[in-house]
């Protein structure tokens, strides 16, 4: 019978990152994956997801090209090429995955594996032992019960359309649907997004998901809150009807949810191994990714802990091998963690909300702008950047950073170092802009846009 150091069941970001460090680090490891290596992300996810959105982008691109000189026929877009396009390259991405492993020493499994117990695992007809156990199986789509719910796509079908569809409805409001919205509105498909709450991207900044709501449909996008579809009948030539609980009745041809996501842990043997999971089935995790079973671990999207980004998956299973193979114990709970929505316009975030900040401290002072890009001015665009620093009114340290605008996530990317590092508001003003660029606002900005004092924090 094979024995590993470490074995890992999943073949995604987190789980090839805590194989790969693992063997760097002298251990024998094997992993398994059932479907294709890089998990969510390469293959139905942020991958595939930022390809369509950039071919998303080209018609406002088209429009804006004309203002400054170019001149060009009216363009015209094909499905199928673009889906082959990025098939192709989601392909080339696997086999860099497949052969990162192998270079790495790691025995690589391509069928699904299970617990039968604590150091058990089963593939196949092959019974294996390891130490060590490493679960990395990510997360899918969330259907909500609803009448008529099978005629539905999810986000991991919307690559794989036979066909552009004319009109969709997206069931959704947080950053997969606001995504999609995007990307099927640019590509010519009439969208409807349905918001079960007052707006859309809860949790995030209020003055980022007012303008991002607002820009949405500006450009088309129709955006019902406070809706929810409550059966879906299909037709015989081959629409669908859906029913509202306003009593309303809307037609499309293709009904997509976003949801939301939850673990991939079904029949992967956790109760035979005792691990322990919660009511939501993530595999209960502390901070060192250990669950209740002291030789087990988890990473990622699988577990209820923190949030569900590639990143922080990887940095979870680099952080594991160090701890474990590499005599570096450490985890990533001090780690400052930016993100960005590809939505349009994107965002980019880092930190606290105002809204949270005025939460935890006594005194908030708000810093932010709001302005046409340089590059749309001469297209008359009504495309706008907004820029926002939340910043501790006593001690003068940046809490938080926001920016809705083309490159959000590039710049974010550099401004989270510095929150990271403890920067202060001085810090960024004695820091020199870049000219002329959008970037160069997050230090230019002078005037405070209001202050908040909480009297109850204070008197704490």
């Keep these: ?80 090429t673009l889906k082959r396009a990025v098939f192709e390259e989601v392909a080339r991405l696997n086999g860099i995955y497949d052969s990162m492993l192998n270079k790495a020493g790691v025995t690589v499994y391509p069928k699904r594996a299970t617990l039968e117990d604590a150091h058990t695992i089963r593939i196949g007809d092959e019974t294996i032992t390891a130490d060590k156990i490493m679960i990395a199986t990510g997360g899918k789509p969330f259907v909500p019960a609803i009448e008529g719910s099978e005629h539905g796509i999810t986000s991991d079908d919307a690559f794989h359309l036979e066909t552009l569809p004319k009109r969709i409805v997206i069931i959704g409001g947080g950053y997969i649907a606001v995504e999609f919205a995007g990307i099927f509105h640019g590509l010519g498909v009439e969208v409807h997004q349905m918001v079960r709450g007052d707006g859309i991207l809860r949790g995030f900044d209020g003055d980022v998901r007012a303008l991002v709501q607002e820009k949405m449909q500006q450009k088309g996008i129709h955006i019902h809150c406070q809706t929810s579809v409550t059966a879906i009948v299909k037709e015989a030539n081959g629409s669908l009807t859906l029913s509202l609980d306003n009593g309303e009745k809307m037609a499309t041809d293709v009904l997509m949810f976003a949801t939301g996501r939850v673990p991939n842990t079904e029949s992967l043997g956790l109760e035979a191994a005792g691990v322990a999971c919660d009511d939501k089935h993530e595999i209960i995790v502390d901070e060192w990714q250990q669950t209740s079973i002291e030789n087990i671990y988890a990473v990622g999207d699988v577990t209820g802990r923190g949030l569900d980004l590639t990143p922080v998956a990887i940095n979870q299973g680099r952080a594991f091998a160090d701890s474990h193979f590499g005599n570096s114990r450490r985890n990533i709970e001090d780690m400052v963690i930016p993100t960005a929505v590809f939505s349009q316009p994107p965002i980019g975030t880092v930190g606290l909300t105002e809204e949270e900040a005025t939460e935890q401290y006594a005194k908030v002072d708000i810093y932010r702008s709001q302005f046409r890009p340089m590059k749309y001015s001469l297209a008359k665009s009504e495309d706008q950047v907004l820029m926002k620093l939340v910043v501790d009114g006593d001690s003068g340290k940046v809490l938080g950073a926001h920016m809705v605008g083309e490159d959000a996530a590039e710049i974010m990317q550099g401004v989270a170092v510095a929150i990271r590092a403890g920067a202060t508001k001085t810090d960024f003003d004695r820091t020199v802009g870049i000219h002329p660029s959008s970037a160069e606002e997050f230090v230019t900005m002078r005037e405070k846009s209001h202050t908040h004092t909480n009297d109850r924090r204070q008197a704490c």
Excluded at 15 to 40: L, N, P, Q, W, Y
Excluded at 53 to 63: G, K, L, Q, T
Aim: with cysteine.
């Design 1 to 80: 019978m094979t024995h590993y150091d470490l074995f890992v069941i999943g073949g995604g970001s987190g789980g090839v990152a805590s194989a790969r460090a693992s063997a760097a680090h002298g251990a024998k490891v094997g992993i398994a994956e059932g479907d294709a290596f890089g998990g969510t992300c390469v293959n139905r996810g942020c991958v595939p997801k930022k390809f369509y959105v950039y071919a998303s982008h080209f018609p406002d691109e088209v429009r804006a090209m004309t203002h400054y000189g170019w001149q060009t026929s009216e363009p015209s877009f094909d499905w199928d």
